[in-house]
């Protein structure tokens, strides 16, 4: 089982750091992702990792989101920094064949 967490209500410009723990799961050697739903859109994806440590971003992402992994505490993150109304969704990890439950990111003044 996947959650992620970390996020909330945030002023444009700021930053947010999300997390996704894995219970159960072993994320040593796995592909995870990041993904989002923005109200009245469908999922979009936003970045994610293999198990050599490479990253990809989506081009909105660049030089503003970064992904990261602990294997060791089978958790992933996600750093977002300057936030933009834009980035306003429920936000999701993916990988081992599971989809976890979504944390919310407000950004609002």
């Known amino acids: 089982q996947l959650q992620a967490s970390g996020g909330g209500l945030v002023q444009p410009g700021g930053s947010l750091r999300l997390s996704c723990v894995g219970s159960g799961l072993s994320f040593s050697g796995a592909a995870m992702s990041w993904l989002r739903q923005i109200p009245g859109k469908g999922f979009e994806w936003i970045s994610d990792?293999?198990?050599?440590?490479?990253?990809r971003l989506a081009t909105f992402a660049r030089g503003r989101f970064s992904i990261s992994r602990d294997n060791a505490k089978n958790t992933l993150y996600l750093q977002m920094n300057n936030l933009s109304s834009d980035d306003t969704g429920v936000y999701y990890c993916?990988?081992?064949?599971?989809r976890g439950k979504g944390t919310l990111v407000t950004v609002s003044s």
């Open positions: 990792t293999d198990s050599n440590g490479g990253t």
């Open positions: 993916q990988g081992l064949g599971a």
